[in-house]
């Protein structure tokens, strides 16, 4: 009896044992990984930034291009990010420019982890509220494909060759409150 005891509790014993050790294991490189991305500072977001705009062919692009570009990127502090660059057209449309990303710290670059959402917002109207905010009305909105907005940008085509009329006499009073928006805390 005591011999068929400890033949079912040793290996269950020895199981758990084993069970509890890998957990172990990835409960503590799961903590280094957080601790190195946790471990990022405002310089490396720096280098981030600056080798995404000399790096990435639409972030590039968008920086020759387009002088009222804003450059950031959003979850940096996180696994995975999202580069982000913005356009502001004619006081009146924002051209987007989103990417899934990971900033590989070690390697300072970055790894692209899915295709690019392009689009272009058309603003209606920015009403200034009294608590030093803006309220913000969009229209209309469109998706372009990578190939299309790379040959707008090297002026091969316009927005009119892909099937958008932009107006280019109406800018949207107020507009400035969308470009500067939070400016200072993405760089």
């Given at each position: 009896m005591k011999s068929l005891i400890i033949s079912i509790l040793v290996p269950s014993v020895i199981f758990v044992s084993v069970i509890l050790v890998a957990l172990c294991c990835l409960l503590l490189a799961s903590l280094a990984h957080r601790s190195q991305t946790s471990m990022r500072n405002k310089l490396d977001y720096a280098n981030a930034l600056r080798y995404g705009i000399e790096n990435i062919q639409l972030a590039k692009a968008f920086d020759q291009n387009l002088p009222s570009t804003r450059h950031f990127i959003t979850y940096f502090w996180d696994d995975e990010q999202i580069w982000n660059s913005n356009a502001f057209l004619h006081?009146?449309?924002?051209?987007?420019?989103?990417?899934?990303?990971?900033?590989?710290?070690?390697?300072?670059?970055?790894?692209?982890?899915?295709?690019?959402?392009?689009?272009?917002?058309?603003?209606?109207?920015?009403?200034?509220?009294?608590?030093?905010?803006?309220?913000?009305?969009?229209?209309?909105?469109?998706?372009?494909?990578?190939?299309?907005?790379?040959?707008?940008?090297?002026g091969v085509r316009t927005f009119s060759d892909i099937g958008i009329a932009i107006r280019t006499d109406s800018p949207v009073e107020h507009f400035y409150l969308i470009e500067h928006r939070n400016q200072d805390d993405s760089r």
């Open positions: 006081g009146r449309y924002i051209l987007v420019y989103q990417h899934n990303c990971r900033w590989l710290d070690e390697q300072q670059t970055f790894t692209m982890i899915s295709q690019p959402t392009i689009m272009l917002l058309e603003v209606e109207l920015i009403e200034p509220q009294s608590h030093g905010g803006f309220r913000t009305k969009y229209g209309m909105s469109w998706m372009i494909e990578e190939d299309d907005l790379l040959e707008i940008l090297m």
